[in-house]
Structure formats: structure tokens, C-alpha cells
């Protein structure tokens, strides 16, 4: 198994398809990504209890809106985490037929040997590019913010010192400074928060969405998003 810093320095991906959740991270490896090839498709799991988007919680509706906000196809799998592999390696297998050649995740913190996704990437016959592992996580978020990205924080984990009043709020360089003040990690990395991109320099228009109930899924607080 090679190392994984081969799949970070990697800059060969002229098609690729991407591992989209609909935040922060992975739209910020998708816009590295696209400085060096072409995106084919994204990719985004759905779960099977309720349909929504992993651990974001936002329907498909709200990924597809983003999807087309890029000029992107969306392939999804509905599955449970159990058989997450077979689903994702379904969708690789489709995103091949279409022309992609690598995987894009944007994954900060993965093992440098043995990792899940080189397994998976393997298996599907595509390669592995990670364009921000173990990159400092004030940087991510820096670069993110100074790109003109625009996120929203769609759920929280009040264990982990969120509070319900995050719900809703716009990612900027203050608000950030006061997650630090309350000793949350800026970046969400130990799922703290997640968040959905609305607009920044590859949307070709921004996302409009209105706010509907809370709800809980497991220990974390959620809110319902509209596009309108």
C-alpha cells in the first residue's frame, strides 16, 4: 500500500468525481481539484432512515440545487453505514463509465498507511486524491473564507460545546475566532459542526434557502433547509 502523501502531492486528475457532502471541506478540495482537471460528477450518500445527506442532514434536494449551482452532475446511493463501501463503489463505478479516473475527497485527517479510501479506490480502478490532508485547520478554513466561499452551519453537537443558537450561522473569520474563544476546533474536524456551501467562485449562482424546524438526529441538532 503506498503512502497517502502520494494521493495529496498527486496533480494528475484530469477527470475526477468527488466525495460531496455539501460543506466546507469537501467543496474546498473540489475547487483544488478543478485547478487541475475537470469534474466529472460528485458523489453524496444518503441515509437510509430518512433520506437525508449523511451526517449534514440536508435533503437532496439542497445537494442537487448545489450540484447545478456548479454546472456538476450528482450521482447518490441510498444506504446505511454499514453498507456505505458497496454504495460508494457503485457510484465510482458509474462516475468511471462517465470518464472519471480519480476519486477527490477532502478529508484532512486520514492514516497515512493502509487507508480506507485506497482500498475502496482499488477496487473501483480509479486513483486517490486527497488535496488537504494534514493541512493545519486554521489554513483550510482561512483559504476557504478568503476564496469567497459562503457556508451555513446546518447541525451541532451540543456534547461537544455547540450550542442549539449556532444553528443557522454563517461561517466568517469572527465567528470563527469565537468558536476558538470556546475552545471548539475551527474546522468541525471531530464533527463539533457541519456545514452546507451556498455560494463562492465556482457556483454560477448563489443558493437561496430558507430555514424550517429543528430537529435532532442522535446527539446532534439540525435544521431544516429549503431552497426557494
Given at each position: 500500500?503506498?503512502?497517502?502523501?502520494?494521493?495529496?502531492?498527486?496533480?494528475?486528475?484530469?477527470?475526477?468525481?468527488?466525495?460531496?457532502?455539501?460543506?466546507?471541506?469537501?467543496?474546498?478540495?473540489?475547487?483544488?481539484?478543478?485547478?487541475?482537471?475537470?469534474?466529472?460528477?460528485?458523489?453524496?450518500?444518503?441515509?437510509?432512515?430518512?433520506?437525508l445527506a449523511g451526517a449534514h442532514?440536508?435533503?437532496?434536494?439542497?445537494?442537487?440545487?448545489?450540484?447545478?449551482?456548479?454546472?456538476?452532475p450528482?450521482?447518490?446511493?441510498?444506504?446505511?453505514?454499514?453498507?456505505?463501501?458497496?454504495?460508494l463503489l457503485d457510484c465510482l463505478k458509474?462516475?468511471?463509465?462517465?470518464?472519471?479516473?480519480?476519486?477527490?475527497?477532502?478529508d484532512?485527517?486520514?492514516?497515512?498507511?493502509n487507508c480506507w479510501y485506497e482500498n475502496v479506490t482499488k477496487k473501483a480502478g480509479v486513483s486517490l486524491f486527497v488535496p488537504l490532508w494534514q493541512w493545519d485547520r486554521k489554513k483550510v478554513v482561512a483559504e476557504f473564507l478568503k476564496l469567497g466561499f459562503v457556508s451555513k452551519?446546518?447541525?451541532v453537537d451540543p456534547s461537544q460545546g455547540m450550542q442549539q443558537s449556532d444553528l443557522g450561522r454563517i461561517l466568517t473569520t469572527e465567528y470563527l475566532a469565537e468558536l476558538e474563544d470556546r475552545g471548539i476546533d475551527c474546522c468541525g474536524e471531530s464533527g463539533e459542526f457541519h456545514t452546507i456551501v451556498l455560494d463562492g467562485p465556482i457556483f454560477q449562482k448563489p443558493l437561496k434557502v430558507r430555514e424550517g424546524k429543528q430537529f435532532s438526529i442522535g446527539r446532534n441538532l439540525c435544521i431544516e433547509l429549503e431552497v426557494f
Open positions: 500500500m503506498k503512502d497517502l502523501k502520494n494521493c495529496h502531492n498527486s496533480g494528475n486528475c484530469p477527470q475526477f468525481v468527488v466525495s460531496y457532502s455539501g460543506g466546507k471541506d469537501s467543496t474546498l478540495a473540489l475547487y483544488k481539484a478543478m485547478q487541475e482537471g475537470t469534474a466529472v460528477a460528485l458523489i453524496s450518500m444518503l441515509r437510509t432512515e430518512d433520506g442532514a440536508v435533503p437532496k434536494t439542497i445537494l442537487q440545487a448545489q450540484a447545478e449551482a456548479m454546472g456538476i450528482l450521482l447518490t446511493f441510498t444506504t446505511d453505514w454499514n453498507q456505505y463501501e458497496a454504495g458509474r462516475a468511471k463509465s462517465m470518464g472519471a479516473e480519480t476519486l477527490v475527497t477532502g484532512i485527517d486520514l492514516p497515512a498507511q452551519i446546518v447541525s
